[in-house]
């Protein structure tokens, strides 16, 4: 049974920082890329940022380029999502997704319960 628990979501002000987590079970980072997902308040759900299982090769989002990264602890069974520089339009629901593929673009057959990032002063 595929499981995905997000954490780490929380309150920052504008310009702070924050790493999110996805801990995962039944299935395996070296074989399924991973990704994930934010859903701003009365918006739809737009990918963030991606990670293949072949040779780790990252993808993103044009607006968190160079502010957000992701990366995996395979022993941990881990996907984390630094956030930095965050601005108060990144505020949403985070969520981390994955399927059945190898390599990006975001796979969306299972999903977390997702995480809440407000970005505030």
């Known amino acids: 049974q595929v499981q995905l628990v997000e954490s780490g979501g929380g309150l920052v002000q504008p310009g702070g920082s924050l790493r999110l987590s996805c801990v995962t079970s039944?299935?395996?980072?070296?074989?399924?890329?991973i990704g994930w997902f934010r859903q701003a308040p009365g918006k739809g759900r737009d990918g963030v940022a991606c990670i293949s299982s072949t040779d780790g090769s990252t993808y993103y989002k044009d607006f968190v380029k160079g502010r957000f990264t992701i990366s995996r602890d395979n022993a941990e069974s881990t996907v984390y999502l630094q956030m930095n520089s965050l601005k108060p339009e990144d505020t949403a629901v985070y969520y981390c997704a994955t399927g059945p593929r190898a390599n990006c673009p975001m796979p969306t057959d299972y999903w977390g319960q997702g995480t809440q990032v407000t970005v505030s002063s």
């Open positions: 039944g299935f395996s980072l070296d074989n399924w890329a």
